[in-house]
């Protein structure tokens, strides 16, 4: 007789844990979820998971506690920093955190031991040019920003525990991500909400950065079916890109939204929205996970940019 499982979910009250609960509530429909995150629990998604804990992830002990209490069999890790103020902070919950995650659970000699996913960043990846593409698992790191040194800390972390632990953890480096209930900070959210700001009359034009670079989307749905395949299937210590494949220019999504806003809008390049270092296009080669599960993309960009305009004009 097989044994429950207990699925752990880490940043369970971000865009990627909410996502991640809804899957996998249809995906182990007779798993136990737990779930923790770093606020108070949500009253409006308790119907996705059986057990919320609230949890500093930067506290070993309050780690420790979870995890002897969870006794989880899979973990999905996606607790972390994308928006900090200093690179110790990032560094305080990306990388120091997982450690945290990491020890309790090779401490608590838990049998069935746990196969663990953690979601990783290909900004660590940092500039690429136009030889290196589509981008591998190969390619060297060269993190540029706090944020993705702290996500390189956080990979290293994770493969040290592999190896010197004994845990089963494999790392899912995604690419950008899109679709519904996606940051407002973020592209093309932050396109579709500006658009709304002019049907509203609060503006009258688009405020953009540089509209060439081309970026590999996945779709959010996408993205947590790939972990979730990668829970059962991956290999421990491998990384193994999450992405769609191909790439697509923010230009060619703003067409996109004007036209399913159906009329024209102004845009004005914005000197505050153009980052300093620009990388012309990133794509992912996710050869070596469709060739480790049986996990294949299955929305396009414009189909995850219609889901997104829909969730705010409906």
Not at 219 to 229: E, S
Not at 265 to 275: F, G, L, T
Request: aromatic residues 6%; hydrophobic residues 45%; glycine residues 8%.
């Amino acid at each position: 007789m097989t044994a429950m499982q207990r699925v752990l979910t880490t940043g369970a009250t971000g865009f990627v844990g909410n996502w991640m609960l809804k899957h996998l509530r249809q995906t182990r429909p007779d798993a136990k979820l737990w779930a923790a995150g770093d606020v108070p629990e949500p009253t409006d998604a308790a119907a996705m998971y059986d057990e919320y804990r609230r949890l500093d992830i930067r506290d070993y002990q309050a780690a420790e506690a979870l995890v002897r209490e969870c006794r989880p069999t899979h973990v999905c890790h996606l607790a972390g920093l994308v928006n900090a103020p200093s690179l110790s902070d990032y560094l305080a919950v990306n990388a120091v955190g997982s450690d945290n995650l990491y020890r309790a659970l090779a401490g608590a000699e838990l049998d069935p031991a746990p196969r663990i996913v953690q979601i990783g960043s290909a900004a660590a990846y940092g500039p690429v040019g136009p030889e290196d593409l589509p981008i591998t698992e190969a390619q060297p790191l060269a993190p540029l920003s706090p944020y993705a040194l702290s996500k390189v800390a956080q990979d290293y972390v994770a493969a040290g525990a592999a190896r010197t632990l004994g845990l089963h953890i494999v790392l899912g480096r995604v690419f950008n991500i899109m679709g519904p209930g996606q940051p407002e900070s973020l592209v093309p959210m932050t396109f579709i909400r500006q658009f709304a700001d002019v049907r509203g009359g609060k503006a009258d034009c688009l405020r953009v950065g540089l509209t060439s670079p081309r970026r590999d989307f996945a779709d959010i749905r996408d993205v947590v079916a790939a972990l979730d395949a990668l829970l059962d299937r991956g290999g421990s210590g491998q990384v193994y890109n999450i992405g769609s494949g191909s790439d697509v220019s923010v230009q060619e999504i703003i067409d996109e939204l004007m036209r399913l806003n159906g009329a024209a809008v102004p845009v004005e390049i914005d000197q505050a929205r153009v980052r300093p270092v620009a990388v012309k296009c990133v794509r992912a080669d996710i050869t070596k996970l469709t060739s480790a599960t049986d996990w294949r993309p299955r929305f396009n960009w414009p189909d995850s940019l219609e889901a997104m305009w829909r969730e705010v004009f409906s």
